[in-house]
């Protein structure tokens, strides 16, 4: 009698167990379709690392199947490859203009010019600042005659190894200006401009289809006009050379 009892004991105990065997299967299963969908994508470092966690914690135990190094011959997704691209041709853009800069550097300090021409390679492209002192006489857009030498000087340097826009811009301070040539200050410094722009030009023979000018007065200071020293670092021509790629990897046509 207990010996039945013992196997009808046995029997429902092995009735009970029986669920961990479709248990096991659905989770071989649930593996096998991850380890499918993941061969057959492009998964970068962080996601590899996430997903192998994921496993470890499922099967409870510190190192799983997926615990190992991500595999060396992921493939690049093509989004990645063109932002590579874009960044190595706004690099070189850049490398470009930084080479123009060093040329223009290394004029200023051969011939001492510190404290009248000054480069600054920014978002928008090279940028090159020159005291209107250097050219120019007071209230006057004429390249002054002593400075003739200098400024066919710059515009060598400013010889450029592909086209691209360049904008020259004038500025004053903010004295009124009023005589039989100029009202007011936004047309001296728009004179300014187009005169250094015509040295430029005319000098090195280039497109002038590349080349504008505009003027901005008094109206964009680098210091506040409050001192005579300030109001001469506002009075300047600036000469912007503009990038053939931006940062974004985006492609400037010139026009």
Do not use: C
């Not at 450029?160 to 004038?170: A, F, M, N, S, W």
């Not at 002038?208 to 409050?226: H, M, R």
């Amino acid at each position: 009698m207990s010996k039945k009892r013992k196997k009808k004991k046995h029997e429902i105990e092995h009735i009970n167990e029986s669920w961990l065997l479709p248990y096991a299967d659905l989770l071989t299963l649930l593996l096998a379709l991850f380890i499918v969908l993941f061969a057959t994508s492009s998964m970068d470092e962080g996601r590899f690392q996430q997903m192998s966690a994921v496993f470890s914690e499922i099967f409870e135990s510190g190192s799983g199947i997926m615990s190992e190094s991500a595999p060396t011959n992921v493939p690049v997704p093509d989004d990645s490859v063109g932002e590579l691209n874009e960044n190595s041709s706004y690099i070189e853009d850049q490398q470009s203009l930084g080479e123009m800069q060093a040329d223009l550097d290394e004029y200023i300090a051969v011939n001492e010019l510190e404290n009248q021409f000054d480069t600054q390679l920014t978002s928008e492209g090279l940028l090159l600042t020159i005291r209107d002192s250097v050219l120019f006489k007071s209230g006057e857009a004429t390249i002054s005659p002593e400075y003739i030498g200098l400024a066919h000087d710059i515009s060598q340097l400013l010889t450029l190894d592909r086209p691209r826009q360049v904008v020259i811009t004038g500025h004053t301070d903010d004295i009124p200006i009023s005589n039989s040539q100029y009202s007011s200050n936004w047309e001296l410094s728009v004179m300014r401009a187009v005169k250094f722009l015509k040295i430029i030009v005319e000098s090195n023979e280039v497109d002038p289809n590349l080349f504008s000018a505009k003027g901005y007065g008094e109206y964009k200071p680098i210091v506040p006009n409050d001192s005579p020293e300030n109001r001469s670092k506002n009075r300047r021509v600036e000469v912007l050379i503009q990038p053939l790629v931006l940062k974004d990897g985006t492609s400037v046509v010139p026009e």
